[in-house]
């Protein structure tokens, strides 16, 4: 297992460069095998990352048919809700991709279900269908998520019990301390199921939460803390993030 901090200029440059990491791995994975499975985030620098992505000439040269879209945490909101992360992603990305809408995973929202148990139930099974043999999800050939400035990842807030939840991939969330309330997330050992995980983070507000994980604080304190792929982790930041502004 490796990581790296990778530091940009400012929140743009950290978008537009990890959309070129990321079209450049996925080019990669695809000369060697397919599909690929790729778990977005929602968040300020991961939907601006999906823009860049639509934005890069590199763009096409992805075979999008072999690629596999998850996210690694939902707003428990109706389809369409403009709160939702997967529909942050669709207008950033997606409208535009010629990929099939099956091969899109999202989570169902209170307009399908009853709450957020039954949503994060129903993913679990979607992630099984397309389960690594002996496993119960897909190695994520990239996970990408953002950090709050509490440290959480995904919908893994400081001190709830969901950290601790290791026998299934998905949970349900309630009380988030960021709104909406109810989110649907998953789990520490699904986010880690994950070949390479690489946390978007840009402005001063995130610095603190940076160094703490950085540091290997308590992960019930700071959840980002908890972050291991298998291959590599890299923290991908702007110079405010990394604690070096002004
Ligand atoms: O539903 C969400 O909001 C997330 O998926 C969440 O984990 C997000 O990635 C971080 O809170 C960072 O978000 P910002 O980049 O907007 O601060």
Redo the contacts with the bound molecule.
């Keep these: 297992m490796t990581g790296g901090v990778v530091v940009h200029p400012d929140a743009d440059a950290v978008a537009r460069a990890t959309a070129a990491r990321l079209l450049l791995h996925l080019l990669d994975t695809q000369s060697v095998r397919r599909p690929a499975h790729v778990s977005l ?6 939907i601006a990352t999906l823009a860049a992505v639509a934005a890069s000439p590199l763009r096409d040269a992805v075979d999008w048919s072999g690629v596999h879209l998850w996210w ?2 939902e ?1 428990f909101l109706p389809a369409g809700h403009e709160e939702r ?1 997967d529909t942050g992603a669709r207008t950033a990305l997606l409208d535009d991709l010629p990929i099939p809408a099956e091969q899109v995973h999202t989570v169902a929202g209170p307009d399908e279900v009853a709450d957020a148990e039954t949503a994060a139930a129903r993913y679990a099974d979607e992630l099984a269908r397309f389960a690594s043999p002996g496993s119960a999800s897909p190695v994520f050939d990239v996970m990408l ?4 400035p509490d440290g ?4 893994l807030f400081p001190h709830q019990a969901t950290l601790d939840v290791t026998d299934r991939t998905v949970v349900g969330v309630h009380d988030s301390p ?1 709104p909406p309330p109810d989110r649907v997330s998953l789990t520490l050992p699904a986010l880690n199921h994950a070949t390479e995980t690489w946390v978007v983070a840009a402005g001063e507000q995130k610095a603190d939460a940076v160094r703490r994980a950085l540091a290997g604080d308590d992960w019930h304190a700071t959840p980002a803390a908890a972050l291991q792929a298998r291959v590599r982790t890299l923290w991908l930041v702007d110079l405010a993030a990394a604690g070096s502004a002004g």
């Design positions: 985030t929602g968040g300020g620098v991961g690694g945490d707003r992360n998520l953002g950090i709050g959480h990842v995904a919908s960021k």
